[in-house]
């Protein structure tokens, strides 16, 4: 899965939507100015940058399997403990943190019970254990995906993922052995400035969408595009998408 690529480009992608809904998951971890916290699958380090705002470097660990991202994260936090790992492998030791998050990482863990597993163990007894996972039907890309299966059957929503239904991030928080699970909706919205503004970031490669879009070929992209149009408001308008977002303790 192609997020071994340019952070920019993720930011673009993704970021403008994992920066202000890491500000909702962190208000949800009930930290102190002395918790320590780890971020798993922290990416280029959209939830690292709130939780350095809110606690300082020295608090705040992470964990990244890209070594491009990795390398992006540890070039914009120096101060930050950022290691290369996949979160069915956290390299650290049993009872460490106050609190463990995973912003928009379950659905593309190999294992995302082995992941939440690990998760709680290296969470201090009593310390809170999140995660988010975009909507099915309700993410950022629903309307390519909405676009891409009208015109090909065997394009696949990655809203099918793990957590992005209904239950099921709180289902996995369950058989991970997490205790006092909750689950919530989380909302951001954006402005799109133009039609470009939102479709430019998808051509860039990244993730399950980006994938499929470098894929196709140009009349095939063009057709996409065409469609995308057809889907989404003019220009400029706003977005809303929806996240779910559990809680549990360790």
Do not use: I, K
């Not at 463990?100 to 290296?122: I, K, Q």
């Amino acid at each position: 899965m192609a997020f071994d690529v340019a952070p920019d480009s993720y930011d673009r992608f993704m970021g403008r939507w994992s920066s202000p809904l890491a500000e909702q998951l962190v208000d949800r971890l009930g930290l102190t100015p002395e918790s320590r916290v780890l971020d798993v699958g922290c990416g280029p380090g959209a939830l690292t940058a709130v939780l350095v705002d809110r606690l300082g470097a020295p608090n705040v660990s992470a964990v990244e399997p890209s070594a491009t991202f990795r390398a992006a994260a540890r070039e914009r936090f120096p101060d930050v403990d950022v290691r290369q790992a996949a979160a069915e492998a956290l390299p650290f030791e049993d009872d460490v943190f106050d609190a463990v998050a995973a912003g928009l990482v379950v659905p593309f863990m190999s294992d995302a019970v082995a992941g939440l597993t690990e998760m709680r163990r290296v969470a201090r007894p009593g310390g809170v254990v999140a995660a988010t996972a975009w909507a099915q039907g309700r993410g950022p890309l629903n309307a390519l995906w909405r676009a891409a299966q009208s015109l090909d059957r065997s394009a696949r929503d990655e809203g099918l993922r793990p957590g992005c239904r209904p239950g099921e991030l709180e289902a996995m928080f369950e058989r991970a052995e997490l205790g006092d699970v909750r689950t919530e909706e989380l909302t951001v919205t954006r402005t799109m400035t133009s039609f470009e503004d939102w479709w430019e970031p998808v051509t860039f490669g990244v993730g399950p969408a980006g994938d499929y879009v470098r894929r196709l070929d140009d009349a095939a992209r063009a057709a996409l595009r065409e469609e995308c149009t057809r889907t989404l408001p003019e220009a400029p308008f706003d977005l809303s998408v929806t996240a779910f977002c559990a809680t549990g303790r360790a």
